[in-house]
């Protein structure tokens, strides 16, 4: 018997059988898809909104978020109820009654506007991107891979390079992980990305992007990370003129000059950058804003709006003695995705807990480094890495030391020799949720190292700020741009911020959710009269939903295929090999299809 899923991106559910919109199954075009979507998130909201403001708990039901209306439908009798039952006259304690009924209209009002209107899966959910990752999953158990391409790219471009490094925090949310091994949701992710190049080299003819309007507005990005990346393509999509601005040679921030080949293959994000080039997106490499370069204010003026995507360009330093004879990991991450990558011979130390730490340590030991130790101050549950990644270069050989930390640079006549460090053991909680790290009294010793790299994070500081156009720009202490969480607008009219700008050193897929949200605030103000323009009717179209599979081997994961060690580490080709078609559909097929029954 044949069986339907319901359209679970608009909630449309027509007579009979369950079916998907034009929208949701891929037939809209993105660009229909990006206006409807800013008009609906708006009536959606204003009417969740409007119902709260009427019955505290109503917005809520409408939004399908049951428990939360209810809390909020509740209060207001409850409180009703113990104003009857106490009445002996007014008196002065009503008043605290009557504050505390203003407060709940208040409250659920603002919730039924910024909460969510309808229900995810606990992947979804966990998704910085929100991808809708059943539906997807779905689409490739279906074998409707161009479809599933499609439907990924309606909140993330970047599919083949996300697909790669990914944190993926949806699979530690993945309800297959209660009961077995959660779903290897970046592996299937990936494996779309690799099968659209496939039919690509394969000279597959695909529809041709929408042109540009002819009237569309004009907008400026200044940094072409993953947040500029991805708010220029969604701008090119709604049809906006788009120039990025970067002061490197070849676009793509970080993805392009600091993520090792061998986690992301330049071919990868240098193949989706070309996309965004045939979309009519315009590149404006090597052309540095600010001062010494072209003038912020110019671009305000050649511009309907800009978006500052600049990324956390500076290197945090260990602020010990000697450190000048360090190296910035940016730096050699930098030159040894270059075409002659260093020669190390010798130790070398890399401080640090994070994925660059990580990748840095891998480098050094594909780059000839004798012995790689990785130094971090805290243990290995507060280590931020991936733990997938840890394991890979612990397995390449990588020696990792926790609950350890660097002193003082041991120099001989100007030239490093060595780190003097401690041992730490871990005390009360900090500031960060995390147990602070507490230097061991006398465990002082020397460990000779030939390179020492600290890689501790990026701060947001550049010479850009500096800029004139740019004195009524509020910023935190730290440097961070301060913005409206909703839009991305900053004090500074015309002017979006977003990525690490705005957050700090965070994921690439974080900082590719701001680029969207900035394009469709963005649009949504600069271009209100195309975003009213009416859509064509929307047609109901069926796509099957083949259940999910029972059996015992459905609890555990497939393993992708990685390179043999031996060929890893003496050069940087891409280590994972990605999903076969068997692999990719037997792990799509185990998706519970969470949503569904929410
Ligand atoms: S089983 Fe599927 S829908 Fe449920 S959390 Fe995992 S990936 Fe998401």
Redesign the pocket.
């Known amino acids: 018997m044949e069986q339907y899923v319901d359209c679970s991106l608009c909630s449309i559910e027509p007579k009979g059988k369950a079916a998907r919109c034009r929208r949701c199954s891929g037939m809209l075009t993105g660009r229909e898809r990006l206006m409807h979507e800013i008009r609906e998130a708006r009536g959606w909201k204003y009417i969740a909104t409007m119902l709260s403001a009427i019955a505290p708990g109503l917005g809520q039901f409408f939004g399908s978020r049951i428990f939360t209306g209810i809390i909020f439908g509740t209060l207001i009798p409850l409180g009703l109820g113990l104003l009857y039952v106490t009445w002996g006259g007014f008196s002065y304690s009503h008043f605290f009654v009557i504050g505390a009924a203003i407060f709940v209209l208040i409250v659920a009002s603002a919730d039924a506007w910024f909460g969510p209107t309808s229900p995810k ?3 979804q959910k966990a998704c910085p991107a929100s991808l809708p ?2 539906d997807y ?1 779905q689409l490739i158990a279906n074998q409707d891979l161009e479809q599933g391409y499609s439907l990924i790219r309606t909140r993330l471009p970047l599919v083949g390079t996300i697909g790669r490094i990914c944190p993926h925090p949806c699979e530690d ?4 992980g209660i009961d077995g091994e ?2 290897s ?1 970046n592996g299937c992710k990936r494996y779309l990305a690799d099968m659209r190049a496939m039919r690509l080299e394969k000279g597959s003819e695909l529809p041709p992007p929408l042109p540009l309007l002819e009237d569309g507005p004009k907008v400026a990005i200044i940094g072409s990370g993953p947040a500029g990346l991805s708010c220029a393509f969604y701008l090119s999509v709604l049809g906006a003129k788009v120039e990025v601005f970067d002061s490197d040679e070849e676009p793509g921030g970080r993805l392009i000059s600091t993520i090792p080949d061998f986690r992301l293959p330049k071919e990868i994000i240098r193949t989706e950058i070309e996309d965004l080039k045939a979309r009519g997106v315009t590149f404006r490499s090597g052309e540095c804003v600010g001062p010494g370069g072209t003038s912020v204010g110019r671009i305000f003026d050649e511009f309907d709006a800009t978006f500052l995507s600049i990324g956390a360009p500076q290197s945090i330093k260990l602020g010990i003695e000697g450190e000048e004879a360090f190296t910035d990991f940016q730096d050699f991450l930098r030159v040894s995705k270059s075409e002659k990558p260093p020669k190390i011979n010798g130790n070398v130390a890399i401080i640090g807990g994070g994925n660059a730490a990580v990748d840095a340590s891998r480098t050094a030991l594909r780059c000839g480094a004798k012995q790689v130790h990785l130094l971090y101050r805290r243990d290995m549950d507060q280590m931020p890495a991936r733990t997938d990644e840890l394991e890979a270069a612990m397995r390449e050989g990588v020696k990792v030391h926790f609950l350890i930390n660097p002193t003082r640079a041991i120099l001989e006549d100007g030239v490093l020799k060595g780190l003097e460090v401690v041992d730490m053991q871990l005390g009360l909680v900090d500031s960060s949720g995390r147990p602070k790290p507490v230097k061991r009294e006398g465990s002082e010793r020397v460990m000779p190292f030939e390179l020492v790299i600290p890689c501790l994070g990026q701060t947001v500081a550049s010479t850009i700020f500096d800029d004139p156009a740019l004195a009524r720009l509020t910023r935190h202490k730290d440097g961070r741009v301060k913005v409206s969480t909703s839009t991305l607008r900053t004090s500074i009219s015309g002017l979006y911020a977003g990525g690490d700008t705005v957050r700090g050193a965070l994921t690439a897929v974080a900082a590719i959710a701001d680029g969207r949200k900035a394009a469709l605030a963005i649009f949504a103000d600069i271009a209100p009269r195309k975003v009213r323009a009416p859509l064509r009717r929307q047609v109901m179209v069926r796509v099957p939903y083949g259940g999910h599979q029972e059996s015992a081997k459905a609890k555990m994961r497939e393993r992708m295929h990685s390179k043999p060690l031996s060929i890893r580490i003496s050069g940087f080709q891409e280590v994972e090999e990605g999903f076969n078609h068997a692999q990719a559909s037997t792990e799509a097929s185990r ?5 569904r029954e929410l």
């Open positions: 899966a606990p992947c990752i059943p999953l949310r993945c309800f297959r959660p779903i949701i998706c519970l299809q969470c949503h």
